[in-house]
């Protein structure tokens, strides 16, 4: 398997601008996490799904902030309009529940707004 | 509010050296706990994951031990080399489903 898969790797972006982060995530995963990490705050969750419906978007920080699912091997992570403060790694992990519903975590999304 | 604290923050230590990071916990009620490897600008790697009704795993040199009752884990290191350098995360499950991680360990290993 290849793991979660994410894209882009790294995005340059003016603020202002629409920003979708997508990721891929592993077959037959029925979880799917959404988390930032900054150096300020360390990783947080901001958003989780499960069979493709949002569980918990208490962790998404604002309504600019929005993220789908729409079928079982695709999500994205939409930000509109961006922030300088939003410049964070963005990761995404899934999992398969049941014990030990370990979670696999993507290479992540370096995002820069300038 | 369910906190996860690594100590120390950071560490570096010569190449050979056993090394203990600790994680602890607020709430005791965990379901799992996970320890990971971040390397610089990349992702997570996964080292070791507890199930609650373990103690320990171990794999290779690495090996982690869960205490429930007193909110610790603990990610031992034997014989290490400057190819562990990198941030350790610790990551507690809290239900089947939520992850929260701790501050991290800044590791540096010297030759």
């Known amino acids: 398997d290849a793991g979660v898969i994410q894209s882009p790797r790294h995005e340059v972006t003016e603020m202002g601008q629409e920003v979708t982060l997508r990721c891929k995530p592993i077959s037959g995963h029925d979880y799917l996490f959404w988390y930032r990490q900054t150096m300020m705050r360390g990783l947080e969750l901001l958003i989780y799904?499960?069979?493709?419906?949002?569980?918990?978007d208490s962790g998404m920080p604002e309504d600019r902030f929005s993220a789908k699912m729409p079928n079982a091997s695709f999500s994205t992570l939409k930000i509109q309009p961006s922030e300088p403060r939003d410049s964070a790694v963005y990761f995404c992990a899934s999992s398969l529940s049941g014990s030990p519903n370990e979670q696999f975590f993507g290479p992540g999304t370096r995002l820069t707004v300038l | 509010k369910q906190e996860v604290t690594q100590i120390p923050a950071a560490l570096s230590v010569p190449e050979g050296e056993n090394l203990v990071l600790n994680c602890s916990f607020t709430d005791s009620a965990i379901y799992n706990l996970q320890w990971f490897r971040q390397d610089p600008g990349k992702g997570l790697t996964s080292l070791l994951l507890?199930?609650?009704?373990?103690r320990e795993q171990t794999s290779g040199r690495l090996n982690a031990s869960l205490d429930k009752s007193s909110g610790r884990s603990t990610l031992y290191i034997a014989a290490s080399q400057p190819g562990d350098s990198a941030t350790y995360l610790c990551?507690?499950?809290?239900?089947?489903?939520?992850?929260?991680f701790g501050t991290g360990t800044r590791l540096q290993v010297f030759p």
């Open positions: 507890i199930q609650s009704s373990q």
């Open positions: 799904f499960n069979n493709n419906v949002p569980i918990d």
């Open positions: 990551a507690v499950y809290y239900n089947t489903d939520k992850l929260i």
